[in-house]
């Protein structure tokens, strides 16, 4: 069975009747990490939140197994795709156990307590982000790389096959910064799961990613 393809349909991205970016063209494959470079202002952000559902695309479709995305229920989409933005949980009183399991979210019904399938999910979702050891720790005494892989544990958590990563490495140290997107890769291949992330850590992508798609206001520009 081939594997699963999300792609991008002679894509336009931006806000009302203000183009960020059109033409936009390429596919991602399970079991790949790739990165999205461009200047600031390109539509890096912009794509992550159209893909996401966030904004609608101005024209040009997003297809995940053949079927347009904006065929999706709400539901659907959060079943599919999971993103990390650069925003985080507010609240200094959740503990990194209690963001994590916000993951299960769109497998639960509305105000549902957790299944042991759920917490279960999420136990191994800390496991697998190398924070297992922190859950019981508030969110807000992390360091900015424990935070990060919280995120990340939290994206896993959903089971989705598809996430989303805005700028996963900014403010991380040198040392945080190479962990963080080998673990991605290693998500990415192990699970078979397409994860997307933007960055302006270049070389650091183009050493740890399958591919880089840099994004012009003209399409995107693919480097293997």
């Known amino acids: 069975m081939p594997a699963p393809l999300l792609n991008l349909c002679n894509l336009t991205i931006g806000y009302d009747k203000n183009i960020v970016s059109e033409n936009l063209a390429g596919t991602l494959a399970a079991g790949s990490l790739t990165a999205l470079i461009g200047r600031n202002g390109a539509g890096k952000t912009t794509l992550l939140r159209t893909i996401a559902g966030f904004q609608k695309p101005l024209s040009g479709r997003i297809e995940y197994k053949g079927i347009n995305l904006i065929q999706y ?79 990340i544990a939290r994206a896993l958590a959903q089971d989705t096959p598809i996430i989303l990563l805005d700028e996963p490495t900014a403010h991380l140290d040198y040392v945080a910064r190479p ?46």
């Open 73 to 151: 229920s709400n539901r659907q989409r959060a079943r599919t795709i999971s993103i990390v933005l650069t925003s985080q949980p507010q609240g200094s009183l959740l503990t990194v156990r209690e963001v994590v399991e916000m993951g299960r979210l769109p497998h639960t019904t509305f105000l549902a307590p957790l299944s042991r399938h759920d917490k279960a999910v999420a136990e191994q979702s800390m496991e697998l982000a190398g924070i297992a050891d922190l859950a019981e720790r508030r969110f807000s005494s992390l360091s900015d790389g424990q935070r990060g892989r919280t995120m």
């Open 179 to 224: 962990e963080i997107m080998s673990l991605l890769r290693e998500i990415a291949c192990q699970q078979q799961k397409i994860i997307l992330l933007t960055t302006h850590e270049i070389e650091l992508a183009r050493h740890t990613c399958h591919q880089t798609w840099h994004i012009t206001p003209n399409g995107i520009e693919t480097n293997l």
